[in-house]
């Protein structure tokens, strides 16, 4: 039901925004508006305002639209023809039209300026012990150093971290980042990308750099486990103190991990201590993929003491000017990687599976309300900028489309024909069909496969 809501949420918002954009800059610029619709096909309720626009909701909630008054889809009586979009200057109807997508990414602006002004809690960039032959183990990267800088930008947090280094890492040779140990000394670290598996890096970049949080050292103790999952089956519960695992004494939970993940579906032997009794169980970890590589997994987590990682937390927050200083740029950020990404999956150099589909984002959705208000609001943003760059592209039925003839139009002198425009929108049609089908198949998989 929390996924169900989010999903419902986050369209009818996105929607809305969109729309009023049309709408708002169409009232402006004296066209008629005839219909605001929240959602496609059969309307289901509506009412008329004094200006005779129907505001609508409609049966298909995947999408809305904003009818404006044109010769082109019907006969204008002489007194309306002033207020028909069709009559109104190129560079009007260029306002009108990219509107929609405008006020997607100004809605994510507003969204980060809020976030950034009453402080979003974070964890810091701290860096663990790199794998062992990794690029971040060649670069003499230690546990416990924070980067500070990624190519020449500021890391505020983790997550920060987490884009800057996939940004960066696509069609570069190397990631330089600037670090800073516990001691305060300063690092410059140069991570060689070469022969790195680009399908993988995707999936999860860190991992492919050979880079991890940096965890403190928890003690072997079982903090819950999954119900139903290999460790409960085992006779593993909350509470237990692993002594051993096959036979060698661990003091760190760090320990039990590493043995686990080495060993898929193969028998673990392990001492376990609850209360004052000692026994021995065997488990074997179930198999499981991961970023590209098989490991072992129990379902079992270990006991945190909270007070541990408080070093490690941090709050970004800025005053409100410089906050929206970096909301925009955060907003511009997102917004040049989505166009390079999908660069990228055009020319191949980025594979077709990060493309996500209404399932995907109904689960991210429902992940991220139930996160808590923090991250939901940055999935909103985050959904607001690929809408609204979605739409931008010049692809004949989206608004980037029409942008696309009117500035044709600003070219030669004289609008696009009707034949032309015809034959765009069977293209935009067949291409937007195209990424739909990818987009609901990556989907699927992902919901089957998981």
């Known amino acids: ?124 960039p701290v860096l663990g012990e790199p794998a062992s032959g990794s690029p971040a183990a060649m670069a003499s990267i230690r546990a416990g150093e924070e980067v500070l800088r990624v190519n020449g930008e500021k890391a505020d947090s983790w997550q920060d971290f987490h884009l800057l280094a996939l940004r960066h890492g696509f069609g570069a040779r190397g990631i330089e980042l600037e670090t800073r140990d516990a001691a305060g000394h300063l690092y410059f670290r140069r991570l060689d990308l070469a022969g790195l598996d680009r399908a993988a890096f995707e999936t999860d970049p860190l991992a492919q750099l050979g880079l991890s949080r940096y965890a403190p050292p928890l003690e072997p103790i079982i903090g819950e486990v999954v119900p139903g999952g290999v460790a409960e089956r085992a006779g593993l519960a909350g509470g237990d103190r692993i002594l051993a695992v096959n036979g060698q004494p661990v003091t760190h939970w760090e320990e039990v991990v590493k043995v686990v993940r080495a060993t898929p579906e193969h028998p673990v032997s392990l001492r376990v201590q609850r209360g004052a009794e000692v026994r021995e169980l065997e488990v074997t970890p179930a198999r499981v993929e991961q970023a590209g590589q098989v490991i072992g997994r129990i379902g079992a987590g270990p006991r945190v003491d909270p007070a541990l990682f408080e070093p490690l937390r941090t709050e970004v927050r800025y005053p409100p000017f410089a906050a929206l200083e970096r909301a925009v740029a955060k907003i511009w950020e997102l ?60 692809i004949p039925i989206l608004d980037g489309g029409h942008l696309l003839y009117y500035f044709a139009e600003i070219v030669t002198g004289r609008p696009v024909s009707e034949r032309v425009q015809e034959i765009g929108q069977r293209i935009g049609i067949a291409v937007l069909g195209f990424v739909m089908f990818f987009a609901l198949y990556n989907d699927l998989i992902r919901l089957f496969t998981r």
């Open 335 to 394: 917004s040049v990687f989505s166009l390079e990404m999908l660069g990228r999956m055009i020319i191949g150099q980025a594979s077709l599976q990060n493309l996500s589909g209404p399932i995907t984002i109904a689960d991210y959705a429902g992940q991220s309300a139930s996160a808590g208000m923090v991250p939901f609001v940055t999935f909103l943003a985050l959904i607001s900028v690929s809408l609204g760059v979605l739409n931008l592209l010049p």
């Open 1 to 124: 039901m929390t996924t169900l809501l989010a999903f419902v949420f986050t369209l009818a918002v996105l929607i809305i925004i969109h729309e009023l954009g049309h709408y708002a800059v169409a009232r402006a610029c004296g066209v008629k508006v005839l219909r605001f619709s929240v959602g496609f096909g059969g309307v289901l309720a509506s009412r008329r305002d004094r200006h005779g626009t129907e505001w609508a909701l409609s049966a298909v909630p995947l999408g809305g639209y904003v009818k404006m008054l044109d010769e082109r889809e019907g006969e204008v009586a002489e007194a309306e023809l002033p207020r028909a979009f069709n009559r109104k200057g190129v560079w009007q109807r260029i306002a009108i039209v990219a509107a929609g997508p405008a006020a997607n990414l100004i809605l994510a602006i507003l969204l980060y300026w809020a976030l950034y002004v009453g402080g979003v809690p974070a964890l810091k």
